[in-house]
C-alpha cells in the first residue's frame, strides 16, 4: 500500500497569524507542522503502509523538518512548477491520499488566515457552485488519478465541510477558528488525534468516489485587472469585473489555475 500525503501550515494547532507561516520568521511554526506530519506518517507505518510520500505545500515548500519525520518517508520539497501543486507526486499507483494542516477556504470564517490557493488574488473559488478549499481542489485532482481522500486535519469549520462533500472521510480539527482568534487543543492532544484519526481512516477507507470529467470552475478574483489578464488564457473567459469561468477534469482545472494565478 502506498499513502500520500499533502501538508500545509494554516490547519496547524496553534497557528494563528501570518508571522506564524513565515519561514523567515522568529515565530515560524515549522516544529508543531513537522510533528503532526510526523504522526501521520507514524501512524501510517504502524499501520503497514508500505511506502509514505510527504509533499510540503506551504509557501516554499521547504518547511517540514526532515529529521522529524519517520525513517523511510520520502518528502517532496520545493515547486516543481506543474500542475499538480500542492499534489505534487501523486501517481495512479498510490492506495490513498491524507492531508495534514489543511485549513478554511477564501470566502469563509471557519480560520482567521482562510484562503484558497493566493490570498492576495482569489475572493473566492468554486467548483459546480461549491464554495472550494485547498482540500477540496486536491480531492478533485486525486479523483482524477482514480486515489481516494481517507484522511484530513485542519481547522474545524473545514473538517465539517469536508466529511459532507466527501462520504467517508475522516478528519481530526485541532483548532477552531473565532473572528480573527483560534481556540486550539494542546498541541500533544492535537498529536494523539491526529494519529488515532490517521489510523481509523486506514482501517476503514473511504470509498472513491465517482470522477467528475466535466467540472465548471468559477474564480472570483480580489482585482479586476487580475481577472482582465486570466481572461486571455485558452478556455478560460470574464463574466463579471472580477470573476473568469473556465471548465475541465480535476487535472484540466489545476493546469489553468497555475498559469492565472
Known sequence: MKLFISTDIEGICTVTNWEECDLEHPKFSAEQMSREVATACRAALDFGVEEVVVKDSH????????????????????????????????????????????????????NPLAHTISGAKVRALYLNDVLTSEFYLNHHFALHLGVPSIFLSGDKALCEEAQDQVPGLVTFAVKEGLGDATINLHPEDAIEGIYQGMKKALEDPAPLMKREEKIEARLDFIHHRTAYKASFFPGVRQVSPTEVRFEGNGYEIMRTLMFVL
Open 59 to 110: 509557501a516554499t515548500g521547504r518547511n517540514l523538518i526532515a529529521d522529524m519525520l519517520p525513517r523511510g518517508v520520502k518528502l517532496i520539497r520545493g515547486w516543481s512548477g506543474g500542475p499538480p501543486m500542492m499534489m505534487e507526486g501523486l501517481k495512479e499507483d498510490f492506495s490513498a491520499t491524507a492531508y495534514i494542516g489543511y485549513h478554511s477556504s477564501a470566502g469563509s470564517n471557519g
